[in-house]
Protein backbone atom coordinates (compact mmCIF):
# COMPACT_ATOMS: atom_id res chain seq x y z
CA UNK A 1 0.00 0.00 0.00
CA UNK A 2 2.42 2.59 1.15
CA UNK A 3 4.62 1.48 -2.51
CA UNK A 4 1.41 2.90 -4.43
CA UNK A 5 0.82 5.78 -2.61
CA UNK A 6 4.91 6.65 -2.99
CA UNK A 7 4.11 6.04 -6.80
CA UNK A 8 1.35 7.68 -6.80
CA UNK A 9 2.66 10.83 -5.27
CA UNK A 10 5.76 10.96 -7.51
CA UNK A 11 3.53 10.38 -10.49
CA UNK A 12 1.90 13.90 -9.66
CA UNK A 13 4.91 15.62 -8.89
CA UNK A 14 5.22 15.51 -5.16
CA UNK A 15 9.00 16.27 -4.35
CA UNK A 16 8.73 15.00 -0.37
CA UNK A 17 6.99 13.06 1.83
CA UNK A 18 7.27 12.37 5.32
CA UNK A 19 6.11 9.44 7.60
CA UNK A 20 5.08 8.97 10.88
CA UNK A 21 5.90 6.09 13.37
CA UNK A 22 6.50 5.34 17.48
CA UNK A 23 9.95 5.94 18.36
CA UNK A 24 10.01 2.26 19.25
CA UNK A 25 8.16 0.48 16.58
CA UNK A 26 11.14 -1.05 14.71
CA UNK A 27 9.33 -2.86 11.89
CA UNK A 28 7.62 0.15 10.80
CA UNK A 29 11.13 2.64 11.11
CA UNK A 30 13.00 -0.95 9.20
CA UNK A 31 9.97 -0.88 6.37
CA UNK A 32 10.40 3.34 5.92
CA UNK A 33 14.39 3.18 5.40
CA UNK A 34 14.15 -0.09 3.21
CA UNK A 35 11.65 2.78 1.19
CA UNK A 36 14.26 5.14 1.21
CA UNK A 37 12.67 7.22 3.91
CA UNK A 38 16.02 9.16 6.04
CA UNK A 39 15.89 11.34 9.39
CA UNK A 40 13.87 14.61 9.01
CA UNK A 41 16.51 17.43 9.37
CA UNK A 42 14.11 20.19 8.61
CA UNK A 43 10.96 21.43 10.60
CA UNK A 44 7.53 19.98 10.01
CA UNK A 45 4.78 22.40 9.58
CA UNK A 46 1.69 20.13 10.38
CA UNK A 47 -1.23 22.04 12.54
CA UNK A 48 -2.03 24.45 9.65
CA UNK A 49 -0.81 27.73 11.30
CA UNK A 50 2.16 28.16 9.12
CA UNK A 51 4.38 27.94 12.52
CA UNK A 52 7.08 25.51 12.06
CA UNK A 53 6.88 22.76 14.64
CA UNK A 54 10.27 21.12 16.71
CA UNK A 55 11.85 17.98 15.08
CA UNK A 56 9.94 14.88 17.04
CA UNK A 57 11.39 11.58 16.80
CA UNK A 58 9.35 8.86 15.05
CA UNK A 59 9.38 11.27 11.64
CA UNK A 60 11.30 10.17 8.58
CA UNK A 61 11.64 12.53 4.65
CA UNK A 62 11.91 10.89 1.72
CA UNK A 63 12.95 13.10 -0.91
CA UNK A 64 13.56 12.51 -4.60
Request: glycine share 20%; proline share 13%; aromatic share 0%.
Given at each position: M???AISF???HGVHWMRAFH???NAAA???NRRLGFVEADTPVRDDGSGRAAPY???LLTLQR
Open positions: KLLARSRPGIGMQPG
